[in-house]
């Protein structure tokens, strides 16, 4: 391949004087797009223009998995080696190809998922050859289906949902109803909506908010997470893919309840459609008035800058992803202080995922008290579940909080595939518990699954039938744990990789009748001493495993 080109680099780099450290991200973004990679060369101009230590660059462009040091010789494919991905054995691919296994994609609904060179490809893949590669049996668009369709209603049209068409579907009234409040007021309807944050931990989301609008600091950043990259999820993908301006709207009615100026969105650098989808919605909304300054004529100015992460699951948690977006390394802080207090370069920052930006502006445009009759007394509301594995019908799916795990597989998703029996669900994503065929009857609610000993979670519902080997399952989930910790803690780091250890051994048939005694002696560690949430729950899905089948612990594959 021709050496690099230097001259080309001075005018992409240019747009990033001003800015400083925190935009280092996108310079590397720009330089690996320029040339593939990134050159020596291009990582010494950028320490100068931005005045960040080359040492720390490299740390940077080290610490993420999809910064490159090196050209490729070759395109490259990805392709997904999690779960549900592996349920038939992967893609075959011809050989002379080179391959990358990959953690999950967010595509875990048209499972088995590929890339190639970063851009996913569901079904086939062009590599310049004289013909095409084909992937999997089939092609096809996320299903999107459920008994309601709220968060959804501009979902699944085949296309993305255009400003105009948005409105046209009452898009944008909600902040125009939250303009004629005043912030606590708004707050006020949201406390009273019951909402509780949709990533996973369910914390009130108006608690949240008001936290950070009581803070003494002026200056106040707004974040939307949409960083999911846990095996199972890919709600927010088709969220911002199908209906962009549905969370837009939702980050800045949380500008304007906190008194924030300024908002981000921090987006998976795997969510290459969705972030570009991202940026036409925004500049669709500032011509409009919708952003910028005094938004709708109300004194009130306020933008959004999006932001790609590089390959890091780390970086879903809350302070790994603002370490990101100011030019460093993802490592989670030691909390407290809390985001609300001392967040974004130390200011009180609000953050929110992209389901829960998206029910703000339901609740102000119909009301907290309707808003709060749907779902439950303690789930108010509409949840969105990820169904993927051995199901008819793999898809995003929306209910009111309180429907049957049963509902959800037998009735919307057409029951197992292949005519095979339930073996069991794993609910909650890989930090979630097992579900057996006795708790199908569970209601879906944070309170129900949690009385079940079953978290929640971010509502991934990952399905296997009673020929799945839960053995490597559970190994496979373990390696993600592993392969994802960033090594700041050492009871995640040496916790996660002793897990595999001992799955591996357990998968092989060497049996250990202590193994699963000490696979609860690390979880309890990790739990107990790990810095962030990737630590502390890395363990719940083996424990639940552990606590509902301790047989397959115990005996050999072949039941000896």
């Not at 490259?76 to 054995?89: F, H, T, Y």
């Not at 590599?127 to 459920?146: A, E, T, V, W, Y």
């Not at 095979?420 to 579900?435: E, I, M, P, S, Y």
Request: some cysteine; overall charge negative; glycine content about 10%.
């Amino acid at each position: 391949m021709p050496d690099p080109d230097p001259l080309l680099l001075s005018p992409v780099l240019d747009q990033y004087k001003l800015a400083g450290r925190t935009s280092l991200l996108p310079a590397l973004h720009a330089v690996q797009s320029l040339y593939g990679y990134i050159p020596e060369f291009a990582a010494e101009s950028i320490a100068r223009q931005l005045k960040v230590p080359l040492a720390e660059v490299y740390g940077v462009v080290t610490f993420y998995s999809h910064f490159r040091t090196q050209s490729a010789a070759t395109r490259s494919i990805q392709v997904c080696k999690d779960p549900a991905c592996r349920l038939d054995g992967g893609i075959k691919i011809p050989d002379g190809i080179q391959v990358e296994d990959v953690p999950c994609m967010g595509l875990c609904d048209m499972a088995p998922a590929a890339a190639v060179d970063g851009i996913s490809a569901d079904w086939t893949i062009d590599l310049g050859l004289s013909k095409r590669l084909p992937l999997s049996g089939r092609m096809h668009k996320s299903h999107i289906g459920g008994d309601v369709s709220i968060l959804t209603r501009n979902c699944g049209k085949g296309q993305v949902t255009t400003l105009l068409d948005y409105r046209a579907s009452g898009g944008y009234t909600g902040l125009e109803n939250a303009l004629r409040l005043t912030p606590p007021e708004l707050i006020a309807q949201v406390k009273a909506s019951g909402l509780v944050g949709r990533g996973g931990a369910a914390f009130p989301t108006g608690v949240k908010w008001e936290s950070a609008a009581a803070a003494s600091d002026s200056t106040r950043y707004v974040i939307c997470n949409a960083d999911e990259s846990e095996p199972g999820t890919f709600k927010d993908r088709i969220l911002l893919e199908d209906d962009p301006h549905h969370m837009i709207e939702g980050l800045i009615i949380a500008g304007y309840a906190i008194g924030a100026q300024k908002g981000y969105v921090y987006i998976r650098v795997e969510y290459s459609e969705a972030y570009q989808v991202i940026l036409h919605a925004l500049d669709e909304a500032r011509q409009a008035g919708i952003l910028g300054k005094n938004i709708l004529t109300s004194g009130f100015s306020f933008d959004i800058e999006v932001r790609q992460g590089a390959g890091a699951y780390v970086c879903g948690e809350e302070t790994a992803l603002f370490e990101s977006i100011e030019g460093k390394r993802g490592l989670p802080r030691i909390k407290p202080p809390f985001p609300t207090t001392a967040g974004l370069f130390g200011k009180p920052t609000v953050i929110n995922n992209v389901e829960t930006l998206c029910n703000i502006p339901e609740i102000l445009r119909e009301g907290a008290q309707a808003y709060s009759a749907r779902g439950t007394q303690k789930s108010t509301g509409t949840k969105l579940f990820c169904l993927s594995g051995d199901v008819v019908r793999p898809g995003l799916y929306e209910l009111p909080f309180g429907a049957s795990l049963r509902h959800l597989i037998e009735d919307l998703a057409g029951g197992m595939a292949n005519q095979r029996g339930f073996g069991a669900a794993l609910v909650g994503g890989a930090a979630g518990g097992f579900a057996t065929a006795a708790e199908l009857d569970t209601r879906l609610s944070f309170e129900d699954m949690r009385s079940a000993g079953i978290p929640l979670g971010a509502g991934v519902v990952m399905v296997f039938d009673e020929t799945r080997d839960l053995r490597l399952i559970l190994l496979r989930l373990a390696q993600f744990f592993a392969e994802e910790s960033c090594g700041k803690c050492f009871p995640c780091q040496l916790g996660t990789q002793r897990q595999v250890e001992i799955l591996h051994r357990v998968v092989d048939g060497q049996i250990d009748k202590e193994d699963p005694t000490r696979l609860s002696e690390i979880a309890q560690t990790m739990t107990d001493a790990s810095i962030c949430g990737l630590g502390q729950s890395a363990a719940m899905a083996i424990q639940s495993a552990n606590k509902r089948w301790p047989q397959i612990f115990t005996a050999r594959q072949d039941g000896r």
